[in-house]
């Protein structure tokens, strides 16, 4: 959502955030199915939507903004702190790592 806001596509995020259900989201598949998988859980469905929402246009809009835009995560498997940035200058950390959003694919 962040990106969105940060480009003022408030429609957009309207639309997102409302109209979500758990299957546009993630995908739960019986555990025997998964047993040699990592997990239970297949989030294609949510990877398959960022691609179509986070395109090359709105990355270009977003980098020529000059917006900073600052997206703080945590790795489920790991507890690690990832925090994704178009600041090329972000503070670097002991806690946290810092990934800088260069491009379309690093765009989250």
Do not use: H, W
Not at 32 to 40: E, H, K, M, N
Request: net charge negative; hydrophobic share 40%; proline share 3%.
């Amino acid at each position: 959502m962040v990106p969105l806001v940060a480009l003022n596509e408030m429609k957009m995020v309207e639309e997102l955030y409302t109209s979500q259900k758990t299957e546009n989201i993630i995908l739960e598949n019986r555990i025997g199915d998964r047993l040699s998988a990592t997990s239970i859980f297949d989030a294609t469905p949510l990877f398959l939507q960022l691609k179509k929402t986070y395109t090359q246009e709105r990355y270009d809009k977003l980098a020529a903004s000059g917006k900073k835009v600052y997206l703080t995560t945590t790795c489920l498997q790991s507890g690690e702190l990832v925090v994704f940035t178009t600041d090329k200058i972000a503070a670097q950390s002991v806690n946290y790592e810092v990934e800088t959003i260069n491009d379309v694919d690093t765009f989250p």
